[in-house]
């Protein structure tokens, strides 16, 4: 028997059409409840759960939402007895789909959650970022107010350096745990804002970074250490931080799982000696915070990893973690052609390319497709005759007209050579050699529409003639 499950989707439904018709209850902890929950849901701690039933409407479907898989069980043992229990599973994926939540923006889920704020005057807070499921965490000292920010994402920079202004921190240093492949760090942008050093392992080899981390490293915050741990596998420049009992571990080590190691000079073996000899010889009280939870997990504890971590837990051989990682044939994230140049170059988005040209016969082409979704964000010159701009073909939208020969060779002497331009013709043969001259000139971003605009016009793509589309 599985417990009876209710998608995210079919939820939102009820709940939009008439949210009186059930019952939700959140076995969350209290603090990821106060951070954000589904509008009209009532906390309840698991012991309570069956006494809260019994209480509620027979009648009344009750959907109860977990993050912990050990709750499952419990649930499958009440859903025997009480036919109107129903469990949301995976609930991250609510405010990923960008529904309601009660108090909180849909993609600030985790956000102002504080997980520790006592006894050791320290204080650490979990953010989310939906689109890449990165948790970025705020670290600091009470006494002296002086902070870390560790996995920052660019996407919330804003909502990050709110937050850190809000508590009156002084914002000492943005650390990456390694060169991200799923999404663009905010190191630079918070660089850019704020007074502070950024660091990343010296093994990645990011030239742009302030302090570069090597193992054993240790940062002052106030009088407290944030300890640097090296621990390559899912990068070769994979690195943890330890701050007062509790481990930042990127992606080395994530909550009963671990990174890929798959690409970025990964390795499955160094990952295991980077887990097994390293962080779990931690104490077993070691809270962990990773790098990214796809499931809802926020945190855990090396003991709690020690024991039922699925791919480097319960004492597993070395062959063994090796054969599970070479299984795994993942597909590559999705932002890896935009994030890693980026975040080897600080997460300076400005210094990337928008397009990632083919290169044919030593010139970079790009096809009217790839033009079409970058147009907005590219310099698109049209090197044909005046007469041809608005004939037949038309033009495309935001296309400057410098037709190839003087005007060029003019415009191309005196232009920004850091500008990223694809090179526009009838049917690309101009746009080439205007590629060639523009490459002799020194610019390096620059690319020729293979097909030029008969290919444009074949594909329906659209066009503009004398100002019309
Ligand atoms: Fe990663």
Same mark, same amino acid.
């Given at each position: 028997m599985t417990v009876k499950n209710l998608s995210c989707d079919q939820l939102y439904q009820i709940w939009v059409s008439d949210p009186d018709w059930i019952t939700v209850v959140d076995l969350r902890s209290l603090i990821e409840y106060e951070s954000g929950?589904?509008?009209?849901?009532?906390?309840?701690?698991?012991?309570? +759960?069956?006494e809260f039933i019994l209480k509620s409407s027979k009648q009344k479907p009750l959907v109860c939402i977990s993050t912990d898989k050990q709750l499952e069980d419990k649930v499958l043992e009440i859903q025997k007895k009480y036919e109107q229990v129903l469990m949301l599973k995976n609930c991250m994926?609510?405010? $990923?789909? *960008? /529904?309601?939540l009660t108090g909180q923006k849909p993609n600030q889920w985790m956000s102002s959650k504080e997980i520790h704020m006592n006894s050791s005057n320290i204080f650490v807070y979990q953010l989310f970022e939906s689109q890449s499921s990165? %948790?970025? %965490?705020?670290?600091?000292?009470?006494?002296?107010?002086?902070?870390?920010?560790?996995?920052?994402?660019?996407?919330?920079?804003?909502?990050? +350096?709110? /937050?850190? $202004?809000?508590?009156?921190?002084? +914002?000492? %240093?943005?650390?990456?745990?390694h060169v991200h492949a799923d999404h663009i760090t905010g190191a630079g942008e918070i660089k850019k804002r704020v007074h502070a050093k950024t660091a990343v392992s010296k093994a990645a080899h990011v030239d742009c970074v302030d302090i570069p981390l090597e193992d054993g490293q240790e940062l002052l915050l106030g009088d407290k250490k944030i300890k640097v741990i090296s621990t390559p596998g899912h990068t070769s420049g994979c690195m943890s931080f330890y701050f007062e009992g509790k481990l930042f571990s990127g992606d080395a080590l994530l909550i009963r799982s671990c990174g890929r190691t798959d690409f970025q000079q990964g390795s499955s073996e160094t990952l295991y000696l980077s887990v097994t000899e390293k962080l779990f010889t931690l104490p077993d009280e070691t809270e962990v915070y990773p790098g990214h939870d796809y499931r809802g997990f926020t945190r855990s504890t090396i003991g709690l990893e020690k024991a039922l971590n699925s791919r480097l837990g319960r004492g597993i051989k070395k062959e063994e973690f090796v054969r599970i990682m070479s299984e795994l044939k993942l597909a590559h994230p999705k932002k890896i052609q935009e994030a890693l140049p980026a975040n080897m170059a600080c997460g300076a988005p400005k210094d990337m390319r928008v397009l990632h040209p083919q290169i044919s016969d030593g010139i970079p082409e790009v096809s009217v497709f790839q033009v079409n979704e970058a147009k907005q964000n590219v310099l698109l010159l049209d090197v044909r005759r005046p007469d041809e701009f608005n004939a &037949?073909?038309?033009?495309?939208?935001?296309?400057?007209?410098?037709?190839? *020969?003087?005007?060029?060779? &003019?415009? +191309?002497?005196?232009?920004?050579?850091?500008? &990223?331009?694809?090179?526009?013709?009838?049917?690309?043969?101009?746009?080439?050699?205007?590629t060639s001259q523009a490459l002799q000139l020194g610019y390096s971003k620059v690319a020729n529409m293979v097909g030029g605009m008969i290919t444009w016009n074949l594909q329906k793509l659209p066009i503009v003639r004398d100002g019309a589309n």
């Open positions: 929950h589904i509008p009209g849901a009532i906390h309840s701690n698991p012991e309570s +759960l069956e994926d609510w405010p $990923q789909k *960008g /529904f309601a990165t %948790y970025t %965490y705020i670290i600091g000292d009470k006494v002296t107010q002086e902070m870390a920010i560790i996995d920052p994402v660019l996407e919330t920079v804003d909502r990050d +350096l709110k /937050f850190i $202004q809000d508590l009156d921190g002084n +914002l000492l %240093y943005v650390l990456d745990t &037949e073909y038309g033009h495309i939208e935001g296309a400057k007209l410098v037709t190839l *020969g003087a005007e060029l060779t &003019e415009y +191309l002497a005196r232009g920004d050579k850091s500008n &990223e331009i694809v090179f526009v013709c009838r049917s690309g043969g101009r746009s080439g050699q205007a």
